[in-house]
């Protein structure tokens, strides 16, 4: 009798808990329409991509537990669209990954489809366009995720304040997909500007006065006027940072004062103190500071180009001491940005990135290891990227319905390729330059652990390497380790097991390799992908699948494509 009393009061008890936590959670509800607008980012006006005719995108804000419904509508003229929620698991929702081609289909114009997801987990997130090269073209915003009621952060701070880094070029996003399919080969080059939350200022800057580099800016448009991070004394502040770049990796530095690194990815990490830090795309990160410097003045914030010789001018931001004026221009010169191809500088900051104490570890071994050769190759004529030497092309029907209702004939159905060569030399061109297209998946066994090694290499041009950030859909992973040169099998022996950050997207290096480790737990079909958009756009990527047989029914609307879509269609006349 007893035991059953306790029964029943440990049922009652989790049903309260349950509901407790079900009335706490909310939907947020959004409603996003997707249309042409012009819209100065730089002070020079061109036509680029807004959400309900502003650019950014309105922030999105929810709390840990909560479900974000987002009513999408397309008023796009002539073309699809899809959002992704970058750095959002879906759990049970792969459909609202929004990755045309692979999730769902590309929402057609004057057509509207809703995400509806919930998230888990709190942190820094953004949201970005997956359709083409959209995101270059200003279809992105913020999405912060907050504790849950009840719940705390692992650290103090007394304010907020958030940046949403992202390049800027004059030349439309049809022109440098073009471009990029030509030949001959015509790159995008360098950004016209680099953005700090929407705004920058072209071939100007505000600090010239001091440094005399070149003209000095003359602000006639809010939409580029120089952002203002508003603080008071004495205080500690919450600064969250998220890349969405098209191409540039970046570094930022505040004039005097130190940052404390306490969250990328979602994740926490050991806090860390720097001077200055690296952010690659598809990168969040929150920095902790403390305005604790002569309040008499203002203090310049910069952001500097990494990677890659800088033809752009650094972006600024201001940091508005109170009671100081906001227009009052810090009276020194801004912070210089490490050289650009410093590389040791990058691989030390990258290095002290370690999750915080108490989170979870990895599995101790994996079940499977795919080795991934990033190179860059030739397909009659035309300049492409590849992945052991094939070069992703998507489907027109999305992988996530055809492989869920076993279509035959939508993708490519032989294994892909899970290693390279022992010889292959990754510090020349490739000896063989020439590739094929793919579009096959590489299939996991569901909740097994996979580890995976990314493998830089020379380009097709001698003594080039580039850096590569890449980004798992659907997944955390744990960075198990960097190298230079090529991977070896002893390598695995030199793995961090102990404490390993939890990421969603990690940097390889030129010429070296990066290691990490996922459990492949959620049902879904999840890109894996360079996030330097022209280099996916070439085809720098892979597809990965695991217990698509678990998924329930996918709404029609995301299927409403390709061999999908004649389906249904031939349903609907039976």
Not at 52 to 65: E, L, Q, V
Not at 429 to 437: A, C, L, V
Not at 475 to 486: C, E, N, R, S, T
Request: charged share 15%; aromatic share 10%; with cysteine.
């Amino acid at each position: 009798m007893e035991k059953r009393l306790l029964l029943y009061l440990f049922i009652g008890c989790t049903l309260v808990a349950n509901l407790e936590e079900f009335v706490a959670a909310k939907a947020r509800h959004y409603k996003f329409e997707v249309a042409y607008i012009y819209w100065s980012p730089d002070c020079e006006e061109r036509m680029m991509i807004g959400i309900n005719g502003r650019f950014p995108g309105p922030t999105i804000r929810a709390k840990a537990g909560d479900t974000i419904v987002v009513e999408l509508k397309n008023s796009l003229p002539t073309e699809g669209v899809v959002i992704h929620w970058h750095g959002i698991k879906q759990l049970g929702t792969p459909w609202a990954d929004g990755t045309a081609s692979i999730s769902q289909c590309a929402v057609n114009p004057d057509e509207t489809f809703v995400y509806r997801f919930q998230v888990e987990k709190a942190g820094t997130y953004f949201y970005h366009g997956h359709y083409g090269m959209q995101r270059a073209a200003g279809l992105y915003g913020s999405l912060i995720v907050d504790t849950a009621d009840g719940e705390e952060e692992p650290f103090h701070y007394d304010g907020e304040l958030s940046l949403l880094l992202s390049d800027w070029w004059h030349e439309s996003v049809h022109a440098q997909m073009l471009g990029l399919t030509s030949i001959p080969f015509r790159w995008v080059g360098e950004p016209q500007a680099i953005l700090i939350n929407g705004r920058g200022q072209y071939n100007c800057s505000l600090a010239a006065h001091l440094t005399g580099e070149t003209s000095s800016c003359k602000i006639t448009n809010n939409q580029c006027a120089p952002v203002v991070l508003q603080v008071r004394p004495n205080k500690t502040y919450r600064l969250r940072i998220a890349s969405t770049t098209s191409l540039s990796a970046l570094n930022l530095a505040i004039g005097n004062h130190n940052m404390t690194v306490v969250e990328a990815d979602g994740n926490y990490v050991e806090p860390v103190a720097v001077n200055d830090m690296d952010i690659y795309s598809g990168e969040s990160y929150s920095v902790i500071i403390t305005t604790d410097q002569n309040s008499s003045l203002n203090y310049w914030l910069s952001i500097g180009i990494r990677g890659r010789l800088p033809k752009t001018q650094n972006a600024l931001a201001i940091l508005n001491y109170h009671p100081n004026s906001p227009s009052k221009l810090p009276s020194y010169k801004p912070p210089v940005t490490p050289q650009w191809n410093d590389y040791t500088h990058s691989k030390k900051f990258a290095y002290k990135i370690l999750a915080m104490h108490g989170t979870q570890a990895p599995p101790a071994n994996s079940d499977r290891q795919i080795a991934l050769l990033n190179t860059q190759n030739k397909i009659d004529g035309y300049i492409k990227w590849s992945i052991n030497n094939v070069s992703l092309v998507l489907p027109s029907t999305p992988y996530l319905g055809s492989m869920r209702y076993n279509l035959k004939n939508a993708f490519d159905t032989e294994k892909p390729p899970e290693n390279f060569s022992d010889d292959y030399d990754v510090m020349r061109p490739p000896i063989n330059p020439n590739s094929t297209k793919g579009s096959s998946v590489y299939k996991l066994e569901f909740n097994s652990t996979i580890d995976v090694v990314l493998q830089n290499t020379n380009a097709l041009t001698g003594n080039v390497s580039e850096i590569h950030p890449w980004h798992l859909h659907g997944h955390d992973f744990w960075v198990l380790g960097h190298g230079d040169g090529k991977f070896r099998k002893n390598d695995v022996s030199k793995f961090n097991l102990r404490n390993p950050p939890l990421r969603n997207t990690v940097v390889i290096f030129p010429c070296g390799w990066t290691a990490i480790r996922f459990v492949a737990n959620n049902p879904g079909v999840w890109a894996f992908h360079c996030h330097i958009e022209p280099h996916l756009h070439m085809g720098m990527g892979i597809i990965l699948a695991e217990g698509v047989e678990l998924i329930r029914k996918i709404p029609n609307e995301a299927l409403a494509c390709g061999i999908t879509g004649q389906v249904m269609m031939n349903n609907k006349r039976h």
